[in-house]
């Protein structure tokens, strides 16, 4: 089986607008024709790089590479020129796709269409190669083989289930993870994809009334802006979103309360997953929202922190430092086990000898499955020979009334090993913030330093760069 099926699935099922983007729309037979017509522009090359935005050439190039049989590779367009080089370099002989290359791939042929010539159907193909965001590290190409992602949306999702009103807006990079997902879950639903080439939230919230979406995408950074362009002006005013997802990065308590206030009638999804597992494996749905904001019990009202259950087909386990299955409740290592788990790295799996896949995050289970994530396993502090998670000092750091955001990292100390150094945006006293921590937490846990900043430094998709932080503290004590 190869992706191109929920191309040819959508197409079979009613000729009605697929994609939208900058005011022109494709419909999925046109979409098909397309990208029949640049799988014959492809065949020979080894890779298909693409190297634009979000644009109706996005689809076409996706499934023209795998109806031609050839993997398909996203890279960020925003990279600078040394670091592009470096990706490029990895793929000899690939033929490239850059913005000025996009509309071309979507003129109709100009002579008959050719016989289309049958999409190979090894599952075990390579269909995509997506870099990783190098939060921690430099980046590396995680392997999505046709069969990872055919797993995701068959086994999650029911096909046609859409109603020929919905609309998807789809702000998330080409380059990431959620980017290529939306693009085949929605097809393989009905729902028409609405994209947006480059996020700002006032942008943001005018597509959606506009196109009058139905259903959106975001992650922590977008809903954050958003919801501060709508602050002052009551509701959103978007009456047709009935749904919004977010995920990607952890979402700060207070701006998801916020996000609720300000959209009353929609319906919120927590979807947490990593590219390595071919997008979402848990996700916290409207009614655990709903309920957890209803809640008097103080178990149900945590789960509105947690990334929720996970979907059908998939296994989570909790593995202490010992690799013993962890007790409800206790924190652990992230294990996860399924048929869309790739953890494959250019040819190279991490899947354990039982299938399982090392997500590098810390978390734990409750008594009813909810998983909670608490933060990257590399991201861990130790301090006089304790283990101390960064994101529970955070999650205190950002209920303080003057901060919008904080990181906390561990520097070297030569007495305690490491040192807590909190890097946070927004106003307060430095002394008042050590006693508002370790009022709620200990003083273990209360940082040494308080460090303010303008802003932090993120991926374009909200996931907090510690690497150029701890470079940047580094450099500044060397100074």
């Known amino acids: 089986m190869n992706i191109s099926l929920i ?3 959508a197409a079979s099922a009613g000729d009605r607008v697929a994609v939208t983007a900058d005011g022109r729309s494709l419909t999925a037979t046109e979409l098909l024709s397309r990208a029949r017509s640049a799988a014959e522009r492809f065949r020979g090359y080894p890779y298909v790089l693409y190297l634009g935005t979000n644009h109706l050439a996005y689809p076409v190039a996706l499934f023209g590479a795998a109806l031609a049989g050839i993997a398909f590779v996203p890279l960020n367009y925003r990279l600078g020129e040394v670091q592009l080089d470096g990706l490029l370099s990895r793929h000899p002989g690939a033929l490239v796709l850059r913005q000025a290359d996009l509309d071309a791939l979507l003129e109709p042929a100009s002579t008959p269409e050719p016989e289309p010539v049958a999409a190979p159907q090894d599952p075990d193909e390579v ?42 807006l789809v702000a998330a990079p080409p380059y990431h993870i959620a980017g290529l997902t939306n693009l085949l879950s929605n097809l393989y639903t009905g729902r028409r994809v609405v994209y947006l080439a480059a996020f700002d939230a006032a942008t943001w919230l005018d597509t959606v009334r506009r196109e009058r979406v139905t259903h959106a ?10 919801v501060t362009e709508v602050d002052g002006h009551g509701d959103a005013g978007t009456p047709t979103l009935h749904s919004l997802s977010y995920g990607g990065a952890r979402t700060p308590r207070p701006v998801l309360e916020r996000a609720l206030r300000v959209f009353p009638t929609t319906s ?19 009614e655990d929202h709903r309920g957890a904001l209803a809640s008097n019990d103080p178990a149900v009202r945590e789960r509105l922190s947690s990334a ?31 048929e869309q ?30 998983l909670f994530i608490e933060g990257r396993a590399d991201d861990t502090i130790i301090r006089g020979g304790e283990n101390i998670a960064p994101a529970e000092i955070e999650d205190v750091l950002l209920d303080h009334p003057g901060l919008t ?9 030569p007495e305690w090993g490491q040192q807590l150094v909190a890097v946070v945006v927004g106003d307060g006293d430095p002394d008042e913030i050590k006693r508002w921590v370790r009022q709620r937490l200990r003083s ?29 503290l580094a450099s500044s004590t060397r100074a």
């Open 268 to 286: 919120f999804v927590n979807a947490y997953g990593l590219t390595e597992t071919a997008s979402t494996i848990a996700v916290l749905g409207p």
């Open 405 to 413: 955001e904080a990181a906390v990292l561990g520097v070297p100390d």
């Open 7 to 9: 191309l040819d699935m």
């Open 341 to 370: 788990i790739s953890g494959e790295y250019g040819g190279c799996s991490s899947l354990d000898a039982e299938g399982w896949f090392a997500t590098r995050d810390l978390g734990r289970l409750d008594a009813d499955g909810y």
């Open 127 to 168: 269909a995509v190669l997506i870099y990783t965001s190098g939060t921690t590290s430099e980046p590396k190409a995680a392997v999505l083989r046709h069969r990872h992602l055919l797993a995701y949306v068959l086994n999650s999702l029911e096909f046609g289930s859409a109603a020929e009103t919905d609309a998807a």
């Open 217 to 226: 995408m975001v992650v922590p950074t977008m809903l954050a802006r958003i």
């Open 308 to 338: 929720g259950q996970p979907l059908p087909g998939i296994e989570i386990q909790i593995r202490t430092e010992h690799g013993d299955p962890a007790a409800p409740g206790e924190t652990g290592l992230v294990f996860v086990r399924g």
């Open 444 to 472: 273990a846990k209360t940082p040494d330093t308080i460090v303010f900043r303008g802003e932090l430094p993120k991926t374009e998709t909200g996931k907090l760069l510690r690497r150029v932080l701890l470079a940047e």
